[in-house]
Structures are given as C-alpha cells and as structure tokens.
C-alpha cells in the first residue's frame, strides 16, 4: 500500500495538460454505465478498504499468472481527486514495457474514442512535466513483479489494439 501512497503523490497535482484537460470534454473519462471504471493495479484495492460512496470495487477478467484477479474500480461521476486511483491519475497514457524490459508510456489506445488528447492529439500535447512525473511515481511501482507483470498485460493489450486498428486501415 506505501507504494501506493508514493506514487499517487507524485501526481497529486499534475494533469496532462497545463490545464484542467476535463473542460475539453466535459469529464468524459468520468462519464460511463455501472459497468465502466478503471483498472487497478497489483495491490492498490488495498487503498480502498474503506466503504466508499463513490466507486465500487470489482474483479476484472484480468488475472496475473499466480491467480490473483486484478480488480476494476467503478465510479459513480464524481469522487475526491486525492482517492483517484493510478489509472485515473495517468489517463490517457499508460506504462509499457518495451523490447528491451524498459519502462515507457504510451497512449492507452483504450481512451481513442473518449479523450480529445487522443483523438485530437494535433490541437493538445500532453505536458512533457507530466511525463517526468509519470516516471517518478512508477519508479518505486515497478519494484514489485505483479506491477511489472500487470504493465506487461497492459502492453499486450496496446499492442493488440494497435493491429487490430492497422488491419481495419489497411
């Protein structure tokens, strides 16, 4: 859970852009069914034992290779900006693993449709202080095996999404 607590205070108070990126589209990241929410990673549920009024905690179909399920937060609309969890707080870029085992970040493919920083990434650059922040928080994150393990799923699923969006251009 400390690692938690470390990383989450890297980016406390930083956003993508140098402005609040939610007013470009009204808080769509924020917007969805009783079905949509955000990936947690390895351990971070443990932030969220309280009961809470603002989100519900679910098993994802995700699970790494020593059985454990990887956990789905889903939110209501709103929520206390210091309780956000790591994927909420680097949206709409997620870590991967590159060729060589290294960490770099990259657009989650996942948010296209949802975040004009994706879809419209001509008009809004992503902040390179908020990159450098990304690296400070998963430093320590990437320390543990199930991070590393679960920021590998996550590459497969990038890399997966990027073919499928090459073969429907092509």
Not at 23 to 31: I, P, W
Not at 104 to 129: K, M, N, Q, T, W
Request: glycine share 4%.
């Amino acid at each position: 859970m400390f690692i938690y607590k470390k990383a989450w205070k890297h980016l406390e108070s930083i956003t993508p852009l140098r402005t609040d990126c939610g007013t470009l589209c009204d808080r769509a990241c924020c917007k969805g069914s009783d079905q949509d929410g955000m990936l947690l990673f390895p351990g971070e549920e443990a932030m969220y034992q309280a009961v809470e009024k603002d989100f519900s905690i679910r098993d994802s179909h995700i699970r790494l290779s020593d059985g454990t399920p990887v956990k789905l937060l889903v939110c209501r609309g709103s929520c206390d900006r210091k309780k956000r969890p790591l994927s909420c707080r680097i949206f709409p870029v997620i870590p991967q693993i590159d060729g060589q085992g290294c960490l770099a970040f990259a657009p989650d493919l996942r948010a296209a449709a949802v975040c004009p920083l994706l879809y419209r990434a001509d008009r809004h650059v992503i902040s390179p202080v908020f990159i450098d922040a990304l690296y400070s928080a998963f430093e320590v994150l990437v320390e543990d095996a199930r991070v590393v393990e679960f920021i590998e799923i996550l590459t497969r699923q990038n890399q997966d999404i990027a073919a499928d969006l090459e073969r429907f251009y092509e």
